[in-house]
């Protein structure tokens, strides 16, 4: 396939990794807690391995749309070698416009095409954003559908960091006070967080790789201080304070399944391992786009042991003291140093290490959200620029493309790059309106515990729906829609099928949670 430019495996893991682990994975431990440590590393587990067959489902049909709709024969996503005269050739992987641009070439052939049956296909140099794929596979209703509930869930998600971020920072480093800027802190690291974002979700993915990797590492670092603090605590004697008053050993009701707890942990669970409508924005800038199935799958495997080190550990040590937030038991955190004052009743006097630790778990949250939230940003962004500028008429256009391709007639055409300030223009129209309601509405509650139900139908009854539709399509046109992510007994309709269904019960479940829990 020629030489790959791009994205290392590394960086694309870097850049996935800063999407699956927002802020939600904090509540892991009082989900643990809640659950039980047994039922929850379980359903964990689960959900992992649901989420990953459900990331390759839009693989194969980012696959099956450049099979139909175009690359080139150099970097087209063709594995095997085809037949040169079946090629469509498209832009370069290099040219940054994800394949836009691309000049259809269709040669006669006569009624067998055997090229067409015997390539599986990978992701190509065309970028097609899922709402994109929504309205090739689903129609229009779809692309809607898709975009609606897209929409719902970026903008609520987007609302929550910044509110999430300027909380954090005000608590922390009250600006506002120390520099006479007036009371209201928060409208302050609103501000702050606005001038950091804005920027970021405007710039391509390749312009932020230093940035991201750096906070990528910043999640791993936080993984070790939570763990490995937590597991200082265990091994200490129960009569060695080390959160507040809480000593060593486990503090843990010894109960590994507690099915009052499900749905409670249930949602965190799925809310870990959802990435799946950014997939299409993190495959566009890697190299090797071959290796797109093991990047993410090894994602998911790192988030696994991830979240059950820090989720059992930190359960098994606080039970039921855990906050809902764990990052906000590490306000007590001494380790048994220093001492504590009578008068107030802080702790003083503690080590530099411990210091250290406790304000780095603290304000995790806020450097966690500048990584997250111009990811989100630039998904957001890209699909309403794809559903506004594209659509069912470019839709239909490619269709006519193909079916004369088929037909075995010469055709020609060229669709144009969105610039750069088209871009920008739809992203900050992702990303603005968000820090907007954040200065207004400060504590969403339960209105994004809500809009976070859209995330299963992202995650598993879109990629569900495409894949059965992608497949079907496909072989209606001649070729037989195999691609190199298929995960034999679950690339089969019957699978797919059932991830819709999971999803669908879900969404159910969750909801009637949400809406007849008494808490």
Known sequence: MGDHEGFSPFVAMCFTVNYIMGTGF?????????????????????????????????????????????????????????????????????????????????????????????????????????????????????????????????????????????????????????????????????????????????????????????????????????????????????????????????????????????????????????????????????????????????????????????????????????EQSANMNWSSFHANTGWRNAEDGEWEGKAWWVNVIALYVIIFPATDVVSAFPLNGITLGNNLMMQTLGGEDKASEDKASEDKASEGKASEGKASPPDRSTKTLFRILGCVPPIIGACFVRDLGKITDYTGITGFALAFIFPGLLWIASRRATMERGFDGTTIYEMNAMSTEFAAFGIVIFGCILVVFVFGSLTFSKE
């Open 26 to 322: 904090l509540t892991l431990p009082w989900a643990f807690n809640s659950a039980g440590i047994g039922l929850s590393f379980i359903c964990l587990g689960a959900m992992c391995w649901v989420s990953d067959v459900s990331k390759n489902y839009v693989l194969e049909v980012m696959g099956r749309a450049e099979q139909l709709f175009g690359g080139d024969k150099g970097n087209s996503g063709t594995v095997d070698e085809v037949d040169e005269e079946d090629c469509l050739i498209g832009g370069s992987a290099g040219d940054g416009n994800g394949g836009y641009g691309a000049t259809k070439i269709a040669v006669t052939q006569g009624e067998d095409t055997p090229s067409k049956k015997k390539a599986p296909t990978c992701v190509g140099t065309r970028n097609f954003e899922l709402v994109e794929l929504c309205s090739l596979f689903l129609g229009k209703t779809g692309s809607n559908l898709y975009m609606g509930t897209l929409g719902l869930y970026m903008y609520g998600t987007l609302w929550a960091y910044t509110s999430v971020f300027a909380k954090a920072c005000a608590e922390a480093v009250p600006l506002g006070k120390m520099l006479n800027l007036g009371d209201d802190d928060y409208l302050i690291w609103v501000f702050v967080f606005a001038s950091i974002v804005i920027p970021l979700t405007c710039m391509e993915l390749r312009e932020q790789i230093a940035i991201q990797v750096l906070l990528s590492i910043c999640r791993g670092l936080m993984v070790l201080f939570v763990v490995g603090s937590t597991l200082l605590a265990l091994s200490s004697p129960e009569n060695s304070a080390q959160f507040g008053e809480v000593g060593g050993g486990s503090h843990y009701d010894g109960r590994y399944f507690k099915w009052a707890g499900l749905h409670k942990m249930l949602p965190i669970t799925v809310f870990a391992n959802i990435y799946h409508h950014s997939i299409p924005g993190l495959s566009a800038p890697v190299g090797d786009k071959t290796k797109l199935g093991w990047i993410f799958g090894l994602v998911f495997v790192f988030g696994f042991f991830a979240y059950t080190s820090i989720g059992s550990v930190v359960a098994y040590y606080f039970g039921d003291s855990i």
